[in-house]
């Protein structure tokens, strides 16, 4: 499968993808897991991407779609992909657009997950994250807790609420999400490539976009 995956922060985006990638194999890719792995590669693209990052400044589009065309130039993306929350503008969904044309690449479909706001707020104010960096396991205090004593099962580091998990913060994030990554939305239905799922359980969505294949 070639998808996109467009949702609002709490959405459950990274855990559909992951669904997905294991019903046949495409391969999951977000924009700060390809930044990581060029910095961490050290490739010249990853030096370019870490002046900026070491600053505290935004990767330019430009940069991030000359990263975004070397991974989808890679192998495994030959079995398909699937873009977890990229794009996030109009800008970056018309140079993806065109860079999907250069590769000769079709995408089968954009997929809009549907989440009620009292949902991501429930979600994200009960997030917890592992703090070692090498780790970063994801529970929620309800249905996936960690140890007792607050720390990773597999790691053992202490796990936290992230500073962008508070509900204040996550309000800031839904109305940015809103503002400039929901006109995306019409982008694509004008593109005749979207489809909209509701999506309370991940577990059943992944299923419904399978069926949509």
Do not use: H, W
């Not at 490739?43 to 070397?70: C, F, N, Q, S």
């Not at 004008?190 to 294949?213: D, Y």
């Amino acid at each position: 499968m070639r998808i996109i995956l467009l949702g609002a922060p709490g959405a459950g985006k990274g855990t559909v993808a992951k669904g997905l990638t294991d019903f046949d194999g495409s391969v999951q890719i977000s924009t700060g897991d390809i930044l990581r792995a060029a910095v961490k590669e050290g490739t010249e693209l990853g030096r370019e991407a870490k002046a900026y990052m070491d600053r505290g400044d935004l990767v330019p589009d430009d940069l991030i779609m000359k990263i975004m065309e070397a991974r989808l130039r890679e192998p495994d993306c030959e079995k398909g992909f699937i873009l977890d929350g990229f794009p996030r503008t109009i800008p970056q969904a018309e140079a993806l657009k065109r860079l999907l044309e250069k590769l000769n690449i079709r995408l089968d479909f954009v997929v809009n997950l549907e989440v009620p706001r009292e949902v991501i707020l429930d979600r994200l104010t009960t997030r917890r994250t592992c703090s070692n960096p090498d780790c970063q396991e994801i529970y929620n205090v309800k249905s996936k807790p960690p140890k007792v004593d607050g720390t990773c099962l597999k790691c053992g580091s202490p796990v936290v609420q992230r500073a962008d998990e508070t509900e204040d913060a996550i309000l800031n994030r839904l109305e940015t999400y809103s503002r400039k990554t929901a006109p995306l939305i019409g982008f694509y239905e004008k593109e005749g490539l979207l489809r909209s799922f509701p999506s309370v359980s991940s577990r059943e969505t992944v299923e419904k976009i399978v069926s949509s294949l």
